[in-house]
């Protein structure tokens, strides 16, 4: 039973001494960077650069090879176009108009989804409905909706409402829902214990303790109310009276002012640039980053 | 020196009416009802079931005209008939080829930009100037200009999917490898690996919750750019090459258009079915034998 192994021999290797090292010599352990150095590690500086680097390609591209204004206007053109429909045209009142569409949307779907969410934490009934739904209903991208809802609401904003709380619902509801169910037990005893029951329960302690997965829904929800509202307004917008956004879009390429086309795309990433940085952003900053539940 | 509260003692006492302990039920065999109604699969089957029910008879006894709600059977009978007869087969293939062509060309200009992103500083400058201004553009928006530029016909349409893929896709790719922590890269450097190596063996399996996670959201994006292109323009793209073209989304748009609403329900379920089949299958799959077998997320 007992084997022994035998271990193996150790190897020495001989003492030597390396006779062709040179002099030891310090480099250089801190150097002052230059000022071109110091510049381009500014983030925005790089950024700035990048930017201006593409706009000048652009506008280089379409003025040196003098391509048709019709197939791509030069940037500075697209740029006049933009400030030009903005205070003297009536995109401003589109851009309006579009916005206004989308908080009824995003309000409306934010509200059934909390009504959702209340019935579905409250009952197990309610969370396999939930369940149920939102796996059916979050695949089906909510413009397909559109044919059915111009049937029920006619052409105008009501049918573009309901397009949007498809898009917001099944997105929020989702992410909530699953946010709820994730709060520790831990916390839920805390807030038991604090003598917290219903609507103070949800609002005290599942909201705040949810609060990442629940901006993550908003976040969703906000991409794809905005994507489906300009593609919503690309085909029916201009049924609505006034039209949005994306029913200018429309009209410019229909006109073929592609010119018109690039202001309306600028307007585009202007409105989703400011939603999502500025908006989105300093309420993770307020909330969850403040909280240290998000670095 | 601020003195301290006098310790309040309180009396000791003997509870006198107290009922003497009874064992309840500490563990119950479950009744059959309960142990079917404790089904997952049961309870949501009922759902659905009673769900189906209720516009059944909602529809037959409100007598709401079949344009405005049709009846769940006559929008089954649709479904069956256009699978059978009609062209929603060659329509679900047509669909689902333009929206593979899109988000594989997509994936590669996302690698090959994720690549130019992590090797140098520029370059990830680059990528995050690009992700910020565009992915909050909608694909769709493109559509107009891809049409002028394109034409009409699927290559405008792929072209708006190669919008809708690319910048979620390098975007996540990006801030997954960037946030793989030191430890691992040094461990694989431990391990000699280097270039490819490195990143097919190290990079790509510690960001793979992150890249997973871009996919997905690039193919919610692509699938909802692609069923709004075919509703908007899917007549100008089918007419344009052959009668047997056009896509889902076209097949809701066209029947909507005849006012066949049964079909324009059956061509919705088609749609959910379709994506729950990628959503569910495809890519629950691919999480439960890579992150999830990897420990890399729960449940």
Do not use: C
């Not at chain 1, 593409?54 to 506008?59: E, I, S």
């Not at chain 1, 214990?193 to 969703?220: C, D, E, H, R």
């Not at chain 2, 077998?293 to 729960?298: A, C, D, I, T």
Request: hydrophobic share 55%; glycine share 10%; charged share 15%.
């Amino acid at each position: 039973m007992s084997t022994t192994k035998t271990l193996a021999e150790p190897v020495i290797r001989p003492e030597f001494v390396n006779e062709n090292i040179t002099d030891a010599h310090t480099g250089d352990v801190a150097v002052q960077l230059s000022f071109i150095e110091k510049i381009w590690n500014i983030n925005g500086v790089r950024k700035a650069v990048i930017l201006l680097g593409l706009v000048g390609l652009w506008q280089g591209y379409t003025v040196g090879f003098d391509v048709e204004p019709l197939m791509f206007p030069s940037f500075v053109f697209s740029l006049k176009t933009l400030i030009n429909d903005l205070f003297q045209g009536d995109l401003i009142w589109k851009v309006w108009f579009s916005i206004k569409v989308l908080i009824y949307g995003y309000g409306a779907g934010m509200a059934i989804a909390a009504v959702l969410v209340l019935w579905g934490t409250s009952s197990r009934l309610g969370g396999d409905f939930i369940a149920m739904a939102t796996a059916m209903f979050n695949p089906l991208p909510s413009i397909a909706m559109l044919p059915l809802a111009m049937l029920w609401f006619g052409l105008g904003t009501s049918s573009l409402v309901f397009v949007l709380v498809h898009a917001v619902l099944w997105a929020v509801a989702l992410n909530t829902h699953s946010g709820f169910k994730n709060v520790s037990t831990t916390l839920r005893m805390i807030g038991e214990n604090y003598g917290l029951k219903g609507v103070p329960f949800v609002v005290k302690i599942l909201v705040p303790a949810a609060l990442p997965s629940i901006m993550t829904g908003m976040k969703v929800g906000w991409a794809f109310a905005w994507r489906t509202l300009i593609g919503a307004e690309l085909v029916f917008g201009a049924s609505s009276g006034s039209g949005g956004l994306g029913w200018y879009i429309f009209e410019s390429s229909q006109n073929i002012e592609t010119e018109g086309v690039f202001a309306g795309l600028f307007m585009v990433i202007l409105i989703g640039i400011t939603i999502e940085n500025l908006l989105f952003r300093n309420i993770e900053l307020r909330t969850v980053a403040r909280w240290g539940m998000q670095r | 020196m601020s003195t301290l509260p006098q310790t309040v003692v309180r009396p000791e006492f003997e509870a006198d009416d107290l009922a003497t302990a009874s064992h309840a039920d500490v563990a119950r065999k479950l009744t059959l009802w309960e142990r079917i109604v404790d089904l997952d699969g049961v309870r949501k089957l009922t759902i659905l079931v009673a769900l189906m029910l209720a516009w059944e008879i909602y529809t037959r006894v409100s007598g709401v005209s079949e344009f405005i709600l049709p009846k769940f059977s006559d929008t089954a009978a649709a479904l069956y008939d256009s699978l059978v007869n009609d062209q929603l087969l060659i329509m679900i293939k047509n669909s689902i080829s333009v929206l593979l062509t899109g988000y594989a060309i997509g994936l590669v200009i996302a690698t090959l930009l994720t690549t130019v992103a992590i090797m140098t500083r520029f370059g990830s400058d680059i990528l995050s100037t690009l992700t910020a201004m565009l992915n909050p553009l909608p694909a769709i928006a493109l559509l107009p200009l891809a049409l002028l530029w394109f034409g009409l016909g699927s290559s405008s349409v792929v072209f708006t999917l190669l919008h809708s893929v690319i910048w979620p896709v390098a975007l996540n790719a990006h801030t997954g490898f960037m946030g793989v922590s030191e430890t691992q890269r040094m461990v694989g450097r431990n391990y000699g690996l280097r270039g490819v190596m490195y990143v097919a063996k190290l990079l790509i399996p510690a960001a793979f919750p992150s890249i997973l996670m871009g996919l997905k959201i690039g193919w919610a994006y692509a699938w909802r750019t692609l069923i709004a292109a075919e509703l908007v323009f899917g007549g100008a793209i089918a007419d344009t090459s052959g009668e047997q073209s056009g896509g889902l989304g076209w097949f809701v748009f066209a029947n909507q258009m005849d006012m066949q609403i049964p079909y324009v329900f059956a061509g919705l379920f088609t749609v959910i079915l379709v994506g729950v089949i990628v959503e569910s299958l495809i890519f629950s799959t691919i999480e439960a034998k890579t992150i999830r077998r990897w420990g890399m997320q729960s449940s």
